[in-house]
């Protein structure tokens, strides 16, 4: 199968300098390529493919008119190119909006590829990468690169650079689980109970992150709003239908527990609303009927668009200042 790694690259300016005018060469002969591929059929209705194209390198690289210090670069130009036309082709016997292919600026062309790991390129065992025409490029190997490398990709991303390996690895598959492990061993058994332990390991440090980001998640909303409205859901009885698991794995109830104490403790309003046709009401109060799969809110009556759940959240901040004296204007507000 094949997997890509990409790593940061850390060119000097001259590197840094001589790998921009490398892709400004690739830009300017993808122009060229399609130049001659829409004036040969212009003028002669002959269409050009990528052998046609690829035959003239060898003479274009003589006379000293292309950059790219490497050919089997320049080739891979012209297949980018190539696979542009026939993705064109292919939207037209589709009868799909077709889009002919476009000629490049050089600020929005950004990568050029080595077809070969080796050829032009190498990477080193010191961390670096060798480019022909640019040199030796440090690169930041956060993760170890495994398999075999096929193909090498330079590109250039919010002023940084970048280096794309494409591999060929085997299939590497995952770990039994933990619970799949208790499952198939025998009850009673030492390996059983040894099985038992890491999937109480493994439950406790989930149910430990859950609690931390709770308890991070209302400490910001606390510090952030002054009101804090949320709806009066019957958790238990949504534990119940075909959202069970995404229930019980949001832990609700312990959420709005943790956040209507701090909000007690830090001096806030806390209050719930009734969450009956919140949904299916506009905050105008017109009522607007959606199914689950709606996620758009379109009110007839006021002419309001938005998507469904800022509609909810905005009526069930209307009635949480329904509730009170206070007016959102005067406080910062806050709806879960």
Known sequence: MRKTFKYRLYPSKAQAESLRVQLSEACRFYNAALQERVEAYATQRKSINYYDQAA?????????????????????????????????????????????????????????????????????????????GVGHIKVKLHRPLHGKIKTVSLKRQCEHWYVCFSVETSVQPLPESAQRRV???????????????????????????????????????????????????????????????????????????????????????????????????????????????????????CGLITTRDHASATEILRLGLSLHTLTKSEVGTCVV
């Not at 790219?68 to 297949?79: G, I, K």
């Not at 950004?110 to 065992?125: A, M, Y």
């Not at 949001?250 to 709005?256: E, I, P, Q, R």
């Open 56 to 132: 003239q390198l060898t003479e274009i690289r003589a006379a000293g008119d292309l950059g790219l210090p490497n050919c089997h670069c320049a080739q891979e130009v012209l297949r980018r190119l190539d696979k542009a036309f026939k993705a064109f082709f292919e939207r037209v016997k589709r009868k799909q909006k077709a889009g002919f292919p476009r000629f490049k600026s050089h600020r929005r062309y950004d990568s050029i590829t080595f077809p070969s790991h080796g050829d032009g390129n190498k990477l080193l065992p010191s961390g670096h990468l060798f480019v022909q």
């Open 183 to 301: 499952a198939r061993r025998k009850k009673g058994s030492h390996g059983r109970r040894k099985a038992v332990v890491l999937l109480r390991k493994i439950h406790q440090h989930i149910f430990n992150q859950r609690n931390d980001h709770q308890h991070k998640l209302a400490r910001m909303l606390v510090s952030q709003c002054g009101m804090i409205f949320v709806e009066d859901l019957n958790v238990k009885g949504l534990a119940c239908g075909m959202l069970a698991k995404a229930v019980h794995d949001a832990s609700w109830s312990s959420f709005v527990a943790k956040l209507a104490y701090k909000a007690e403790e830090a001096g806030r309003l806390f209050a719930t609303v009734d969450a009956r046709g919140t949904s299916q009401r506009c905050p105008c109060g017109a009522k607007v009927p959606k199914k689950l799969s709606d996620r758009e809110h379109v009110c007839p009556q």
